[in-house]
């Protein structure tokens, strides 16, 4: 069993659809949760950084974490073809294993206008 | 503006070869990392520094090596390089060991 599970995708949803992305986790030492997005020949893009159970947002942009089921989620609100790309989430348990980042497959997110 | 600077983009090389990736940052962060990306294996993380003439080994590091002599710079070296070491690379920084890593564009090595 991998440590972090993504959602494969790919996904495809029409303009100003809400767009629900999901990883679980299955070591309950991981702490911190991020949410990066990757455009073609890019790097991943920093979207969401959380480390507590419960609700971030951002504009449009959801992180939920739920530290008891090890499940965290990205909700995409109005989505808009600019956010057709890749999403990563990524785990981290901090400390002395601060930056070994573990993560999940990615999903292909295609918008259409 | 800060930032963090991969070169090459693209590199083409032979097997056997020592190839050298560069990695420079602007934003005066303690902490670097170098990851591979690879279809199916995703993100994997080979060497990483948390300051000047500190380094440690990540999940894929044979073949590879770091060094670290100044904030700025994070080389990464592929000592004789192989077939199997063709790969996305992506550099990324962090200020301290609570903050987001903040990755580089990457650079596309094909070894043939």
């Known amino acids: 069993q991998k440590e972090v599970e993504q959602d494969p995708g790919p996904l495809s949803v029409p303009e100003g659809a809400i767009v629900s992305l999901n990883c679980t986790y299955s070591n309950s030492a991981f702490q911190y949760f991020m949410w990066y997005r990757q455009y073609s020949r890019k790097g991943p893009e920093l979207l969401m950084y959380t480390y507590s159970s419960g609700n971030k947002e951002d504009g449009r942009f959801t992180a939920q974490v739920d530290k008891s089921s090890k499940y965290i989620s990205l909700f995409i609100r109005d989505s808009q073809p600019s956010d057709s790309a890749t999403y990563l989430c990524?785990?981290?348990?901090?400390?002395?294993?601060?930056?070994?980042?573990?993560f999940g497959q990615g999903t292909i997110l295609t918008v259409h206008p | 503006d800060a930032e963090i600077t991969q070169s090459p983009r693209h590199k083409i090389t032979e097997t056997g070869r020592q190839v050298t990736l560069a990695c420079h940052q602007t934003?005066?962060?303690?902490?670097m990392f170098w990851y591979r990306q690879d279809l199916g294996h995703g993100l994997r993380l080979i060497h990483y520094?948390?300051?000047?003439?500190?380094?440690n080994k990540g999940e894929v590091s044979d073949g590879y090596s770091v060094s670290r002599s100044n904030t700025e710079d994070l080389p990464l070296t592929l000592e004789s390089a192989a077939s199997s070491q063709t790969s996305v690379y992506f550099c990324?920084?962090?200020?301290?060991?609570?903050?987001?890593?903040?990755f580089g564009n990457g650079t596309r090595l094909t070894v043939t």
């Open positions: 934003w005066n962060h303690n902490n």
């Open positions: 520094s948390y300051g000047v003439q500190d380094t």
């Open positions: 990524a785990i981290d348990a901090g400390g002395t294993s601060y930056g070994k980042l573990t």
């Open positions: 990324a920084s962090s200020p301290d060991r609570v903050s987001p890593l903040h």
